[in-house]
């Protein structure tokens, strides 16, 4: 790739633009506050690609904020929207209630889901969506004549946001050892479809480790199928490190699931909304399951919001009893609010009118090939992508796990790049506004990170 020049605003001379306030009283969530007190990175200012710092220093965005912002940074299109809604109505309850835009919204979204997805129950971020998808299943099964269907099946490495029942189904050990004694009981685990022996350097999907789903008919056999009521898996394991589906897996578990009367749900919260070169990771692979989760770039990550589709299927048979009783007990304060709805609807607006999603299917291979030039550099031990997401893992150094991964994303934001690291693994998700000279950049500011840090 041809290097590139540092944006000359991130000059380390550069005066601040931006009084620096008290870092006392916030206990920031999945960061080692200590070490980012001491030494913080506070962002002020987003539009387009890039973030500013608070020194008035540009940084590019290769994370789409947290895998959030598919349509880029600062659209007018959205802040309009919600400033018009929020003047209208700030707020209203869906709980024996309603407001237009919620409906609107729904409609809007079935338009885009997968086939017989024609249900939406809105949430507020990933975790709800989680803990409303596995209590959903319950509901169908108790409706359904089988509430001895109580098991959940998830997969290591999964992670499905932090509510207890997320954390439960989840398989990242981090998350879970410090709750270990308050976790849903009834759960099992299929095993992580990651093999870099066999498949480090593969570009978009393996050709090996589709036969893992066949753990799930062991789990079956174990516990019986009479007893578990979902299995839940990401199509892609984003936060795991970008841990993608092995070619024929996904469907192998759908065959399963179906053979047994087991419910399927895929957790897309980050592959939904173009992040894989579709609006839903179930499109582009194929397998329809019976219930997605979503939230993060359903808005855009403006305003907190989630989404649950479901089958009709599952909807209609939870419909029972007198008309007059909830059907569903379970909901949030802000399930459908008016201004997150808002923001919602002119994202899509944005995604259709700018055919973001078929962007990130059109420039995946450009991508493809920038993110692999990185292998032969020092301690890059795999690279695996799929749509507009790339993860690079690198060896641990003497140091310990995550000292290497850590050092190569402060080498890039000091650079002028915002990488995510987790653990070793380095991950890019860069809006799908992207462009192949930015795309080059934030590769060249990656390899000089990689090369100094060693």
């Not at 973030?51 to 600062?74: F, M, P, S």
């Not at 984003?238 to 009367?261: C, D, F, M, N």
């Not at 450009?366 to 032969?376: P, Q, R, W």
Request: a negative charge; charged letters at 20%; proline letters at 4%.
């Amino acid at each position: 790739m041809a290097d590139l020049p540092l944006n000359s605003s991130s000059d380390a001379s550069h005066q601040s633009s931006t009084e620096h306030p008290s870092l006392e009283h916030f206990w920031m969530p999945f960061t080692a506050n200590r070490q980012f007190k001491a030494n913080p990175r506070l962002l002020t200012k987003a539009e387009g690609m890039y973030y500013t710092d608070i020194d008035g220093n540009k940084v590019l965005d290769a994370t789409a904020g947290l895998w959030c912002c598919n349509a880029g940074h600062g659209r007018k299109e959205i802040s309009e929207a919600v400033s018009k809604q929020i003047k209208e109505m700030d707020y209203a309850p869906s709980f024996q209630m309603g407001h237009p835009i919620a409906f609107e919204l729904a409609e809007r979204l079935v338009e885009l889901s997968p086939e017989g997805l024609n249900k939406v129950f809105f949430t507020n971020s990933g975790s709800e969506s989680v803990d409303t998808a596995l209590k959903m299943a319950l509901c169908y099964h108790r409706a359904n004549g089988q509430a001895s269907r109580t098991r959940f099946i998830g997969r290591e490495m999964g992670y499905h946001g932090v509510g207890f029942g997320g954390i439960s189904v989840g398989g990242l050990s981090n998350n879970r050892k410090a709750f270990s004694g308050q976790l849903l009981q009834g759960v099992d685990h299929l095993p992580h479809t990651l093999d870099i022996p066999n498949a480090a350097f593969t570009r978009g999907l393996s050709h090996f480790g589709a036969e893992k789903a066949e753990i799930l008919e062991q789990l079956v056999t174990l516990h019986g199928a009479e007893n578990i009521a979902a299995v839940i898996v990401e199509p892609m394991s984003g936060s795991a490190g970008v841990i993608l589906p092995p070619q024929g897996y996904l469907k192998r578990l759908r065959e399963i699931t179906k053979k047994h009367g087991i419910l399927l749900i895929f957790d897309e919260v980050i592959t939904a909304f173009g992040r894989v070169g579709a609006a839903f990771a179930s499109q582009r692979w194929g397998v329809i399951p019976d219930i997605i989760t979503t939230a993060k770039a359903i808005n855009n990550g403006a305003i907190p919001m989630g989404a649950v589709f479901v089958q009709d299927f599952i909807h209609d048979t939870c419909m029972q009893g007198p008309n007059e009783l909830i059907e569903f007990f379970h909901g949030y304060t802000y399930s459908g609010h008016p201004v997150a709805a808002a923001a919602a609807l002119a994202t899509l607006s944005i995604y259709e009118n700018e055919q973001l999603f078929e962007r990130s299917f059109e420039l995946e291979r450009y991508f493809e090939d920038a993110v692999h030039s990185l292998k032969g550099l020092p301690n890059v031990i795999d690279i695996r992508n799929t749509g507009l997401v790339a993860g690079i893992q690198l060896s641990p150094n003497a140091q310990g796990a995550g000292k290497r991964g850590y050092g190569v994303f402060e080498h890039c934001f000091r650079h002028g790049t915002l990488v995510r690291a987790t653990g070793d693994i380095i991950a890019m998700s860069p809006p799908l506004i992207v462009d192949k000279r930015e795309i080059d950049q934030m590769v060249n500011s990656l390899s000089d990170a990689i090369n100094a840090v060693g």
